[in-house]
């Protein structure tokens, strides 16, 4: 069975077309930078036959990402027997996968602004699908899932109950499937049953990026809340704010809704901070021809640093004693220095990071710790596609759906 998995990042959308449950690909990319312009023009990076082609083009939305996409695979004469699409908020309508039907459909419908940067392209594109290819069977896999095993008091907020329970407010996590992954991974590596392993997981994307705690191989933490707009700095959104903040913005703004949701979810981050690109990568390439502290690119750097240290630290507290800390995703996974940083003077956690390794490390999966530090330093290219995939096929054999 050849499943067709997209995976809508904020300013990315990685596809995998996989035979199951072989787990053999076919063809797979990922287009770039789509959305905000940034220093780089946005591109589609195809892999087929072991050949990877870029496509430089004009990608303003994920629709039209997904459309060239579409575009790429028929070309090479590639169709799927069925789609497998990554919904980053579930809400409380959805803790598994769900294959998609009309009432499904419905449901999703209802949770669409509740990642505003992520499940409106999503459900944009299960319906183009629909659409296009109106036989296949399609599943949404959701990257809340994981984070179900956050404990209550964790997961709530100090608001009044009725309220809470009126709503169903609460921290809902983000990334899950990325997490659940690499730290299965990491635990493989590491020689310790998931059951024992405790780790922290740090997803840092070129758009979204969160850390998460894990105790025993369960989520117990995730930087990102209600919705993926708290926690840490990312691309465009603001993270972590004091609420009144947005009170002051609702005066501002008379009340406009649309406008403060644009301002925080699009419009802060690294590109409000920094003024000139939404991809940390440019600030860094830019960091060393800074004349001095106060010059955007350094505080930039500094404040986006500072937030994914703070949070490390309470999560080594909350997690510990904690096997391992993980780095995945393209930040994660490619950018040396952020690593470096982020684990610098963190000997009292057991945290000692090999910099020769760290520099030189240029194949995946590594081990960029010193020998005998207590807490191992990994990083792991994160595989959601691959995740997703197993959770499609799965989900369509449990419904008898599963083309012979």
């Not at 997904?66 to 309508?93: M, N, T, W, Y």
């Not at 009340?255 to 940390?280: H, K, P, Q, T, Y």
Request: proline share 5%; charged share 20%; glycine share 8%.
């Amino acid at each position: 069975m050849n499943i067709l998995v997209c995976n809508c990042g904020s300013s990315s959308l990685k596809y995998r077309l996989l035979t199951m449950p072989e787990e053999n690909e076919i063809s797979a990319g990922e287009a770039q930078r789509i959305g905000p312009v940034t220093a780089e023009p946005a591109r589609i990076v195809h892999r087929e036959s072991g050949r990877e082609t870029v496509h430089t083009m004009d990608l303003p939305n994920h629709q039209k990402a997904f459309h060239e996409i579409l575009s790429l695979l028929e070309k090479g004469g590639k169709r799927p027997d069925a789609v497998g699409h990554r919904v980053v908020h579930g809400g409380r309508l959805f803790e598994q996968p769900a294959v998609i039907t009309p009432t499904v459909f419905g449901a999703l419908r209802q949770v669409r602004n509740l990642a505003p940067l992520h499940n409106p392209p999503a459900i944009d594109l299960i319906e183009e699908c629909q659409t296009r290819y109106p036989t296949l069977p399609q599943v949404a896999v959701f990257d809340t899932a994981f984070h179900t095993t956050i404990p209550e008091h964790a997961r709530q907020y100090a608001l009044p109950l009725d309220l809470v329970q009126e709503l169903n407010i609460r921290k809902y996590g983000f990334h899950g499937t990325s997490h659940q992954y690499v730290v299965e991974e990491a635990a493989k590596m590491a020689g310790i049953p998931m059951a024992d392993f405790n780790a922290v997981s740090c997803h840092l994307g070129s758009g979204g990026a969160s850390l998460c705690a894990i105790s025993k191989g369960r989520s117990i933490d995730n930087t990102m809340g209600y919705t993926p707009l708290q926690g840490l700095v990312m691309s465009t959104r603001c993270g972590d704010l004091d609420p009144a903040i947005v009170m002051k913005l609702l005066s501002l703004y008379s009340g406009d809704m649309d406008r403060i949701e644009d301002v925080l979810n699009r419009r802060s981050g690294v590109l409000g901070l920094s003024g000139a690109s939404a991809d940390i990568r440019d600030i860094l390439g830019n960091w060393d021809a800074a004349t001095s502290r106060d010059d955007p690119f350094q505080k930039t750097l500094q404040i986006y640093l500072w937030r994914i240290r703070k949070y490390l630290g309470a999560y080594l507290t909350l997690a510990g004693p904690v096997q391992a800390i993980i780095f995945t995703d393209t930040i994660g996974e490619s950018v040396s220095l952020v690593r470096s940083i982020v684990c610098a003077n963190q000997n009292y956690f057991g945290v000692c990071i090999d910099e020769k390794s760290n520099r030189e490390l240029n194949q995946l999966p590594g081990d960029i710790s010193q020998a005998g530090s207590p807490v191992r330093i990994l990083v792991i290219a994160t595989n959601e596609e691959l995740a997703i995939a197993r959770q499609v096929f799965r989900t369509l054999s449990l419904n008898n759906k599963v083309k012979q």
